[in-house]
Every structure is written in structure tokens, then in C-alpha cells.
């Protein structure tokens, strides 16, 4: 909106245009609340969400629901603040979204799911390769003691850490630059999240992840995950891996595979 | 207007020319800038845009025609306009074909790509059908120009391909429309010629003074070399354009390139140099520095597609789709003596052995290395050796949808056919190796197994459990077949190879329940379970159970990579929302929709101007207008399932598609034309019904070709390109021919009757031509080819009954009365 500069000189002259403008704040005041208000209602509504899709798809995660500890980090990230102005509309649709630089944040339901595979507990360090927006960071910020971030894309990485500053989460600690050798200073680390992966897990990853520790994977292009590679580093530093389907669908029935 | 004008045939020949070139073009170009699968759904609705003319102009016609000529310059103009601004408006549209089932606002978008790219098309169906309508004694003649150009526009775009990237052709073809226009003027000898000349200087040369990158292309950002460019430090190194593709090299010092797939996680080296190769933006594969320090390579002993490597010595081995050039490399870390690569690009090629030769480490190789410009069939059909390995991995070759025509891909490398032919060029002991990207569930991992089994009974294996083996990483999976049978100890190193590298195995004769899904667990041992079932006696049940379609590929079907089920649309829409998209096989569905979208405007648009339409005393009754609509519906359908059908033959017997594509729809088109000018002779000499004997000729010629193309293809297999050329257009010529007569004579015949029949027939025709070739991918998908080109036969019977019972009969009375 454009107001000219002679209606604002005549606005703040007059009485009645101080009232109208006092009037006006008080609005804009409420109404942020209200939006504020909207925003953790869509956001109880994606929780509700993704606790049903987790209901169905029990069978995968070996269990009826997310980690309530993974639950709650999704109830207390703000997606909104990290998705672009023209998308605050859709930021807690269950689906997902461009961010820009032809990035996509995930579909809450696939964080979800990635940051319950990971099975953080409170004092764990963790690294995510591929910043992106910056939310999934967010929701391991809420379950790790330090979260490491790299990102490649040099913009989406300033917009990120601008964000990462501005809601106060002093344990991301974010890098712009070559994800493939990881972030030695810091490692070794107790889960590892790849979400810039081509084609091939960078071998210096491995080596910095925990005996014991989980690195995933997330395959498939974007607006679309294909599946999850789940990599596990056994307590003797064996590495076994698990495909994990983001939904229930079995392609054949009854004993036909034993036919 | 003036009657002593002549039709201006040159114009029409280069508009035609044009009107073809700007199609097949703008399938490559959306192929570069956004995905092939929604390119095709685009431009078959622009296509609307002929019927669409017909409509119109069928209810315009009383106030149009009087000024035909300047209609026919107005119309020429808005297509070579069109042209260039409509791609440039469509461009600027920020649709994103991936997000088309999460985002309502993407279907408004599609739908404004289609309303913009249906404007060329409609103009230059006006220039056309005007034309007919001035000219309507001269039909057959005017539609002989017509398809002359069109079959030439067909090579002229190829040829240009190769000098000039994409966006210039797009420039040159509007600028030919341009002075198609001229032609006009000066062939009908208008007033204003010499200023016309002028504009149109004017015009080409201001185009040719804009600023450098006003036409550029501008890529989805989702497209795999937008992503990559994103990456800090990116920067293009060269661009290679060709009717093959657009071949783009990148270059990253900053954060390098470190591309290997489906490498195992004990893995602990990483690969040396690389540049980044993508062709029409897909891509990338690796372009890898070799020094001659073969323990560099060593990574490439931890992809699934070294097993072969580990269970004999290969002194010969070949490799069928070069890239990069990774699988020479992983050949040279194996020190085979004797590598062979076929590959169809000829830029890719260029890279590995002159731009690139340094780098890649040519010197070191070409003493034992050739590379051979082919297509992979056409190669093998070609050469009779034989080798101890053949390497494919992860090649998803181009089919004609590389030269832009269909939906879903055709792929003839991956058909039980192919897998025949790579087995029989096995040294006894040899072994064909063949990768694929794994997906879970499984789809192409286990229609391979499935092809390969039925392929090796084919040749007369009994027990084809004997020679097969699969195993999986993470990410890719490897099917062996030998010529013989595993041994003993072709299994201890199978095993041993999967153990060091965490692979699981998934087939090999003797294997048991308890060695399988132990290092990449899934779900359900999916692969061990599929494979032992395509072996057991109920393979035929499995494959018809499964939730994808992963019954054999053929030559005849050669949809390898169509995995869609009706019978699970149900089950995997409801998981949309749920993560479920990447279940859905888009490709087909894109297809279905596609067609509803095109009946229901075709049904409307058809309808509509009958209720327009003049009503004087000898309008034609409704059964005669019936018979129209089912004559121009039949013949339009019939023509392209013909036309579709051969070009699917002739890519296999020419081997490389573009050129393939290319040349038959030229002898298709150019022999159309032929038989199209000789229609009124024929009507004239011959006693027999015109359209009956056209019919005749193409059912004998249809019905012998089924017997004869296979004798002809396997005695000329090992000749060269221009015999194998010289003998298609022979065997296309007599067809074409014949082809090109019913259109002609029949719109000649209902122009007789009333003037509006002409442009409505027009429609009629147009609109089923579309739906053509849409209907007959999807019949090939279920039936075959051979079904394809039967069912034409059918409707050119059918058609050919319609104009002798209803058409020609009413024709000739009135000719008859009004003689009288």
C-alpha cells in the first residue's frame, strides 16, 4: 500500500487522525497475535497429522507412533519462519515446499520420520549435510546438545543462519562449503543426517559417525522421497543399512513370494 | 476475391515445413527446460490448435473467405509471431511440473502453457484450411504442397540441429515463416508486395540485433544441471549442441564433483577429478581425470557392476552406453586388454577423445580401447563378434521420445529380444552385466529378471536358474547372465565380492532363505522372493499379482520402463499425501489424462458449429454429416497409427532414433504428397471407387509388411546406413502413397456438397489425428505394435465402406443433378 505524503502530514496533524492512527496500531497488534495464534493451530493440526500417518505406517517404524521427544521439537519449531514469504500460507500443510535455488524443505511427516530413525537422545552431537532452509536443524536442535550444518547453496546458507540467529538457537552451529569431508573438528558425531546426496555416501562421513551411532539418507528428487537409507555403525564399527518406505505398500500379497 | 489467382503452393509448402520443424522442436526444447512426460502433454493440446482452426473458420467462413488473401497474410504473420513470443510467454511461466499433485495453482499454469503454444498452431491451421477452402478444386494439389513441406520441414530441423543450438532454430523457423509470407504475396501477385519485402528485412534483421540472450532458455530449477549449477563454485565449461541433445560440461574447483553411483559404504577412496556431463540437463555422469595410475580407479571396484570383474578374467569386454566413460575406467582397473564402448552421442564421444582427451587420459587408453559411434542394437545386429563380458549399467537409452514424439519411452535395449541378441554375442563362459538404480518395492530390477528369464528360454535354455545371479548395494543392483553355467567357484567369489562389500545377493543357483536382505535390510526380502518366484512354475500369477507391471519388455511392447497398474491406481493415489508420490508411474497417467482432455474439447468443439451452420434447402441431412465425422475420425486415426507403428520398426532396423525418426517421417510425409497430387488422376482414369482402391493398396501392403519387414531387417542387418535408408524409403514409398489419397479426395467430395463441410471436416480430421497418436501408445503399452498397425487396417476398411455407402453415392447425385 502506498499512502501519500500529504494524507500522513494531514494524519498526524490533526486529533482525529491521532485517535485513527492509535486506533491502527492496536490492530496491527492484535492481528499479529492472532496470526500467531494461527500458526501454532496449523501447527497442532500438522502434529495431529503426522501422528495418524505414523499410526499407519507402524509396521516401517516398528512402532505406533514418533518418539514424543521428536513430537514435541515438531510442535516447537516454527515452520513458518523458515519457509519464503509466498509460501507462509502452506508452511504447516503436510507436503513439501520450494524454498528457492531449487531446494525443497521436506514434508513435515518425512522430518518427522528422518529425525525419529536417528533416535537422539540429550547430549548427542549431530551433524546434517545439505542446510537447506534450516528447519530440520531446527527440530535436531530441539533433541541433540549441538547440531552441525553445511550447505553448498552459498544464499540458502546466509538466509538459514540469519534465521538460526533471529529465533535464538545457539546450538546450530552452521558452514558454508564441501559437505564431503564432513566437519572434523567436531566429530565424531552420534547421527548424521545426508540430505545433499549423489548417487553415493562421502566415505568421510562414515568415519566420523559413532560405533553405534545412525546416518540417513533421504533418496528421490525433489517434491518427491523415494526412500530412506538408514545406515547403521555397529558397536564393532560394522555398517548395516535399512531401506525404509515412507508409506505401507506391499507389492505383493498373500505367500506369493513363496510360490 | 480474385478467381484467376492461383494458390500460393510455395508458401504453403514452407509454412507446412515450418509448422512440422516448430513441433518436433519445441519437444526438444521443453525436454532441456522441463520434463519429457508433461513436453508431450503441452504440445499434443497445442496441437488443438489445427482443429480448433477448422472450428473456427467453419463458423466464419461467409465473412472470411471474401478476403481471403489478406486473411492468409494476417494468419501467416500471427504464426511467425507466435512462434517466438508464445515459447517466450510459456517460459515465463512458473509451472513446475513436480509439484503438479501437491499444488492446485500448477493446473492454471498448464493450462495457460497450453492456451499460449495452441496460438501458432492455430494460425498456421488457417493459412492451410483457408487455402483449401479458396482453392477447393485445387485440394489435392494444395494438401500434396502441403505434406511435401511438412516431410521436408522433418529433415531441414535435424540438419539445422546440428549447426545451430535450439533456440536459434526457433528463431530461423520463424524467420522462414516470414518470408513464407512474402512468397504468398508474390505468388498471388498482391498490391503491396515491395513494402511487404521491406517489413520483413526490417523484422528478420531487428530480431538478429538484439541483445545477445533474449531467446536463452530458462531451465526448471529442478532440473538436475540447474541444481548443480546452483552450487557454489559451478561454472559451465562447454556446451556441445546436436539433434542428440545438448550436452553440457561442468566444471567445480571449489566443491568438487565426486560422482560414482551405487558405491559401496566400505568404500574409503575417493575418485579423482571429475567434470560434470548432463545431456538436456539430465543427467550428471561422471567425465574422470586418468593419469594411468590404475590404483586411482579403485573405487570403481566397489560399485555393484564390478562383481563380473571378480568371477573371471574378460580379455574382451564391451560396454554398451559409454557416458563418461566410467565402465572404460573400471575396465582399465581390471587390466582388460581389449575394451569396446558403443555410444550414439557423437559429442560425447568428441569429449572423451579430443576436448577432453588429456584430462580423461586418452593416451593411455587408445591402444586398447575403441570407441564405436552407434546405436547399441544396431551395433550388435552389425558387428558378429562375440566378447567375454558385456557391461550396461544404467543406461536408459533414448528412444523416439528422445526425438520428442510419445509419452511413455520406448526402449529397445531392455526387451527380451535385445537380451537375446547380447546373449548370443557371449563368448561360451561370457557374461552380461546389467545395472539399475534400486526402488523399492522393486519394478525395473525385477522386469529385467523376468525379461532375462524368458529371454535365455528363448534361446534354448532350460534351465535358465543355472545362469542367472543378482545382487544389491544401497542404492543399485547388478543382474549377471552367463553363457553356461555358475560354478562352484563363480559363487565363492560372488560371495565373497557381496561380503567385503556389504552386498546382499539376491539370486544365484543354491542360494537359501537365511543369506538373503542381511546387509541392506528391506522390509521384505522383495528381490530373493521375486526372482525365485519369475523362476518357479507360477511366474505367470506373480507377475500378474504384482502391484507394477513387470511382465517382459518385447520389441513388439517396448515400454520397459512402464511399471503402472490399473488395478493399484486406487491404492497408490490414496497414499499421495502420505510420501506416496514416487509410486505413482506418472508417465502413463500423464498419457490417460492427456487423451480425456483432448476428447473433451474435441467432443465440443466438433459439436459446436453444427448448430451454426447454414440450414438452406439442400444442406446435407444428419446421416450425411454422421458419415463425414466418421470418415475424417477414421482416417485421421488411421494414418498416424500407421505412421507411428512403422517409425517404431524402422528405429530398430536404422539403429540411431533421431535419425530414424527423421527420415521415415520424411519418406512418409514426402510419398503422402506424391499420392496426394495424384488423387484427381486416379479419380479420373480409374473406374474403381478412389478411396476404395487407395484402401485396398494400403491393407495389401500393411498385411505384407508384417511378413515381409522382418525378412528384409534381418537379410540388410549388416549392411551400411545408406542401403538400410535407400531400402526403408522403399518399403514406406508404396504405403505413403496410398495414404496420401482418402484425405484429398473426400474433403474435395464434401466441399462439393457444402461449403462448410470443408473447414468442419477439417476439425474433424484434426482433433482425431491428435488423439492418434495419443490412443495408439496406449494400445502398443497393452497389445503391440501389431495391433496397432491391424487396428489402422480396420478403420481404413471402415472408412473406406463409409465414403462408398454414404459419401460418394450423395457426391455423385449431385454432380448428376447438377448437370441436369
Known amino acids: ?259 | 476475391m480474385d478467381t484467376s489467382a492461383k494458390p500460393p503452393v510455395i508458401s504453403i509448402m514452407l509454412v507446412s515445413a515450418s509448422a512440422l520443424a516448430f513441433e518436433v522442436l519445441l519437444i526438444r526444447l521443453f525436454s532441456i527446460i522441463q520434463w519429457h512426460h508433461f513436453a508431450y502433454m503441452i504440445i499434443s493440446l497445442a496441437l488443438l490448435g489445427y482443429g480448433v482452426s477448422g472450428t473456427i473458420m467453419t463458423l466464419l467462413r461467409e465473412r472470411v473467405m471474401p478476403h481471403y488473401v489478406t486473411a492468409y497474410i494476417v494468419n501467416g504473420i500471427g504464426f511467425a509471431l507466435t512462434i517466438i513470443a508464445s515459447f517466450l510467454l510459456v517460459q515465463k511461466l512458473p509451472f513446475n511440473a513436480l509439484e503438479i499433485l501437491w499444488d492446485s495453482a500448477q493446473w492454471g499454469y498448464l493450462l495457460a502453457a497450453y492456451l499460449l503454444l495452441l496460438l501458432p498452431f492455430f494460425f498456421v491451421a488457417n493459412c492451410i484450411v483457408l487455402t483449401f477452402g479458396a482453392f477447393s478444386e485445387q485440394i489435392p494439389r494444395i494438401y500434396g504442397f502441403d505434406l511435401f513441406g511438412a516431410g521436408v520441414g522433418s529433415l531441414v530441423l535435424i540438419y539445422s540441429l546440428m549447426f545451430l543450438q535450439p533456440q536459434q532454430v526457433l528463431l530461423l523457423i520463424s524467420f522462414t515463416v516470414l518470408i513464407a509470407v512474402v512468397v504468398a504475396m508474390l505468388e498471388m501477385r498482391t498490391d503491396y508486395r515491395l513494402t511487404a519485402v521491406v517489413i520483413v528485412v526490417i523484422s528478420i534483421a531487428t530480431l538478429l540485433m538484439l541483445p545477445k540472450g533474449w531467446l536463452s532458455l530458462q531451465m526448471s530449477p529442478y532440473k538436475p544441471l540447474s541444481q548443480y549449477m546452483q552450487v557454489s563454485g559451478s561454472h559451465v565449461e562447454r556446451v556441445l549442441s546436436g539433434p542428440h541433445g545438448v550436452v553440457t560440461v561442468l566444471e567445480n574447483r571449489q566443491i568438487p564433483f565426486r560422482l560414482a553411483s551405487g558405491i559401496s559404504l566400505n568404500n574409503s577412496a575417493e575418485p579423482p577429478t571429475q567434470y560434470a556431463l548432463f545431456v538436456d540437463s539430465d543427467g550428471p555422469s561422471a567425465l574422470t581425470r586418468y593419469d594411468g595410475d590404475r590404483s586411482k580407479l579403485i573405487y570403481l571396484d566397489y560399485q555393484t557392476s564390478a562383481l563380473p570383474y571378480h568371477l573371471s578374467n574378460p580379455a574382451r569386454v564391451l560396454i554398451l552406453g559409454m557416458g563418461g566413460g566410467s565402465d572404460i575406467l573400471q575396465a582399465e582397473y581390471h587390466d582388460v586388454g581389449n575394451i569396446e564402448a558403443v555410444e550414439m552421442n557423437p559429442h560425447l564421444v568428441e569429449l572423451l577423445q579430443d576436448d577432453y582427451a588429456d584430462f580423461a587420459g586418452w593416451a593411455f587408453l587408445q591402444d586398447h580401447t575403441r570407441i564405436h559411434l552407434s546405436e547399441t542394437r544396431a551395433f550388435l545386429a552389425h558387428n558378429q563378434s562375440t566378447y567375454d563380458l558385456i557391461q550396461m549399467s544404467l543406461l536408459d537409452a533414448a528412444g523416439a521420445s528422445s526425438a520428442g514424439l510419445y509419452a511413455l519411452s520406448e526402449n529397445y535395449l531392455y526387451t527380451t529380444e535385445a537380451l537375446g541378441l547380447y546373449y548370443r554375442r557371449l563368448q561360451p563362459g561370457g557374461m552380461l552385466s546389467i545395472t539399475r538404480w534400486i526402488k523399492v518395492p522393486p519394478r525395473d530390477a525385477l522386469k529385467l529378471f523376468a525379461t532375462a528369464v524368458t529371454a535365455l528360454r528363448e534361446e534354448g535354455v532350460s534351465h535358465p536358474e543355472n545362469q542367472l545371479a543378482m545382487i544389491r548395494g544401497w542404492n543399485t543392483s547388478t543382474l549377471l547372465i552367463k553363457h553356461g553355467v555358475f560354478t562352484a567357484e563363480d559363487i565363492r567369489s560372488l560371495q565373497q565380492f557381496c561380503d567385503e562389500r556389504s552386498f546382499d545377493v539376491a539370486w544365484y543357483p543354491g542360494i537359501t532363505d537365511s543369506e538373503v536382505n542381511l546387509f541392506n535390510a528391506i522390509d521384505k526380502p522383495y528381490f530373493y522372493e521375486g526372482a525365485r518366484a519369475l523362476l518357479g512354475k507360477s511366474a505367470a500369477a506373480f507377475i500378474d499379482d504384482y502391484k507394477f507391471s513387470i511382465s517382459p519388455a518385447t520389441d513388439d511392447r517396448p515400454y520397459y520402463f512402464n511399471f503402472f497398474k490399473w488395478e493399484s491406481l486406487a491404492e497408490i493415489l490414496s497414499l499421495q499425501r502420505r510420501a506416496g508420490f514416487s509410486l505413482i508411474e506418472l508417465g502413463y497417467l500423464v498419457l490417460v489424462f492427456t487423451l480425456i482432455q483432448a476428447l473433451l474439447v474435441s467432443v465440443l468443439l466438433v459439436l459446436l458449429p453444427l448448430r451454426f451452420v447454414p440450414r438452406e434447402n439442400n444442406a446435407p441431412d444428419r446421416p450425411y454429416i454422421a458419415a463425414v465425422m466418421l470418415y475424417f475420425v477414421l482416417i485421421g486415426l488411421a494414418f498416424l497409427f500407421v505412421e507411428i507403428a512403422f517409425i517404431q520398426r524402422f528405429i530398430l532396423f536404422l539403429g540411431d532414433p533421431v535419425y530414424a525418426v527423421a527420415a521415415v517421417l520424411c519418406g512418409f510425409l514426402v510419398f503422402s504428397g506424391l499420392g496426394s497430387f495424384t488423387a484427381p488422376f486416379v479419380r479420373r482414369c480409374c473406374r474403381i471407387n478412389p478411396v476404395v482402391l487407395a484402401v485396398t493398396g494400403i491393407t495389401i501392403v500393411i498385411l505384407a509388411s508384417l511378413w515381409l519387414h522382418p525378412l528384409v531387417f534381418q537379410a540388410l542387418a549388416i549392411q551400411t546406413t545408406a542401403i538400410k535408408l535407400i531400402a526403408s524409403v522403399a518399403l514406406i514409398a508404396p504405403l505413403a502413397f496410398f495414404m496420401g489419397m482418402p484425405f484429398p479426395i473426400a474433403l474435395n467430395s464434401v466441399s462439393e456438397r457444402a461449403g462448410w463441410l470443408l473447414p468442419w471436416a477439417w476439425s474433424v480430421n484434426g482433433f482425431a489425428s491428435l488423439m492418434s497418436a495419443i490412443v495408439a501408445t496406449l494400445i502398443a503399452v497393452h497389445f503391440g505394435f501389431t495391433s496397432v498397425m491391424l487396428l489402422a487396417v480396420l478403420f481404413y476398411s471402415l472408412a473406406a465402406l463409409v465414403f462408398a455407402l454414404n459419401l460418394t453415392k450423395q457426391v455423385h447425385s449431385d454432380s448428376v443433378n447438377a448437370s441436369s
Open chain 1, 1 to 259: 500500500m502506498v499512502l501519500s505524503p500529504l494524507l500522513i502530514k494531514k494524519t498526524f496533524t490533526s486529533k482525529w487522525g491521532v485517535q485513527f492512527l492509535l486506533c491502527m496500531v492496536l490492530v496491527m497488534i492484535a492481528s499479529a497475535g492472532l496470526a500467531t495464534d494461527e500458526y501454532a493451530v496449523m501447527r497442532e493440526n500438522m502434529l495431529k497429522e503426522i501422528g495418524a500417518e505414523a499410526r499407519l505406517t507402524a509396521s516401517y517404524i516398528k512402532k505406533s507412533a514418533f518418539d514424543e521427544r521428536v513430537m514435541e521439537a515438531m510442535g516447537n519449531v516454527p515452520r513458518h519462519q523458515f519457509v519464503p514469504e509466498e509460501q507462509l500460507d502452506n508452511s504447516y500443510k503436510n507436503r513439501p515446499l520450494p524454498i528457492g535455488h531449487g531446494q525443497t524443505i521436506s514434508q513435515p511427516y518425512i522430518v518427522a520420520l528422518m529425525t525419529d530413525l536417528l533416535e537422539i537422545k540429550p547430549g548427542d552431537r549431530v551433524l546434517e549435510i545439505g542446510t537447506g532452509s534450516g528447519y530440520q536443524a531446527a527440530v535436531l536442535s530441539q533433541l541433540a546438545k549441538e547440531v552441525y550444518t553445511i550447505e553448498i547453496i552459498e544464499p540458502l546458507h546466509q538466509r538459514a543462519t540469519q534465521v538460526f540467529e533471529q529465533m535464538g538457537y545457539a546450538n546450530i552451529h552452521s558452514r558454508h562449503g564441501d559437505g564431503y569431508y564432513g566437519w572434523k573438528e567436531h566429530a565424531p558425531y552420534d547421527a548424521i543426517i545426508v540430505t545433499a546426496a549423489a548417487g553415493n555416501i562421502p566415505p568421510p562421513l562414515i568415519e566420523q559417525l559413532k560405533p553405534g551411532g545412525s546416518l540417513v539418507v533421504p533418496v528421490g528428487g525433489a517434491f518427491q522421497t523415494q526412500q530412506l537409507v538408514l545406515v547403521k555403525k555397529g558397536d564393532d564399527g560394522k555398517l548395516r543399512t535399512r531401506q525404509v518406505l515412507p508409506v505401507v505398500f506391499v507389492p505383493l500379497t498373500g505367500d506369493q513370494g513363496q510360490r
